[in-house]
């Protein structure tokens, strides 16, 4: 007698196993260069919506003074993590997350100019959709809440960035979307939208709380602690906020751009496709 669907799904087991994460994973890149142009930045511009309104969630936490140092950083990154969460439950193109597209390359069910060329598209997008969010949060005067905390959390944040050496911003960066990729990875095992969330969470908030620098994120953050030092909010901090200026803001991003495809597509993308795909291929 044959099982019906329900019996069927019954039998499956809670999460997808990684080989077949691995392949849903190349499936998912191929899908992306079939995206036509203007669906993908859409979807692109909306990814950096969605980080950046994390991002701002976070810096309303971090503008308490009285909170103490970890509760801050761990209660903001959790704050943070609603924009990856609405990246994978809502759908949108994340340049972070899309590093895995590497996996498709390797197996050649893509070319590398696809891989670069969605990379292009989306990674303008996400800045797009970031710098919608400044605007938008600039036009609301969310830097004069909290007496002018908010503005003065944003000019730190992007001083402290800023003020980092390259080697520390490649590692920082490494490390950031290391966590983000298996946060996207752990999201393709899922099989619920609580699934989903519940991956996501922890892995960016581990990375938000431990000051690691993810690239979107800081095409927020950054222009955001200029427009609030442009616009004359008092500072109140100790950070040097000389720093913060437009050849600050691409120093940052740059470097923590390279990090973040090491991180991403090496120590994730590569390492797993060695794992399974290329096993199979053997």
Known sequence: MALTDAEINALKPDCTAAAAIEAKAENVAVGKTKLEFARCFAL????????????????????????????????????????????????????????????????????????????????????????????????????????????????????GKIGLAPSVIIFRGIMCNFLVCMAVWMGFAGRTVIDKIFTSAFPVTAFVAMGFEHCVANMFFLPMGLVAKLSGVAYTGTANIDLITVGGIVY?????????????????????????????AE
């Not at 103490?68 to 759908?91: C, D, R, T, Y």
Request: glycine share 14%; charged share 5%.
């Open 44 to 159: 692109a511009v909306l990814a950096g919506m969605f980080i950046a309104s994390g991002a701002l969630f976070m810096t309303y936490v971090k503008s308490d003074p009285a909170l103490p140092f970890a509760v801050s950083q761990v209660f903001g990154a959790a704050m943070f993590s609603l924009g990856l969460i609405m990246v994978i439950v809502a759908g949108a193109e994340l340049f972070t997350g899309n590093n895995l597209m590497v996996m498709a390359a390797l197996s050649k069910k893509i070319t590398w100019g696809q891989v670069l060329k969605n990379w292009v598209v989306v990674y303008v997008g996400n800045l797009l959709g970031s710098l919608v969010i400044v605007c938008c949060a600039f036009g609301a005067n969310c830097a004069g809440m909290n007496g002018g905390e908010v503005g003065s959390t944003m000019m730190t944040v992007a001083a």
């Open 252 to 280: 940052n991003i740059g470097f923590a751009t390279l990090g973040n495809i090491i991180g991403g597509a090496v120590f994730v993308g590569v390492m797993y496709w060695i794992a399974y795909a290329k096993r199979k």
